[in-house]
């Protein structure tokens, strides 16, 4: 799994998962379909966040950090 550590407020950036994984994101839900990747738009506050990556057969999700910083 790959998910950048910052972004910019505002900015798209892509994350990458296992294919099936379902991706919890500034409030939105996703799932990964082939290939993996997900396209993420930051928040527009700066601050810390969490996004979640659940995978099948896991009993619990996988957190990653980001830090949103102002543009």
Not at 9 to 33: K, R, Y
Not at 44 to 69: D, L, M, W
Request: aromatic share 4%; no cysteine.
């Amino acid at each position: 799994m790959r998910v950048p550590r910052t972004a910019a407020a505002g900015e798209t950036f892509t994350i990458s998962v296992p294919v099936g994984a379902v991706v919890e994101a500034f409030g939105e839900h996703v799932e990964a379909q082939a290939g993996g990747e997900i396209r993420l738009q930051a928040p527009e506050a700066p601050g810390v966040h969490v996004i979640r990556v659940r995978q099948s057969g896991r009993a619990s999700p996988v957190p990653f950090r980001i830090t949103i910083t102002p543009r």
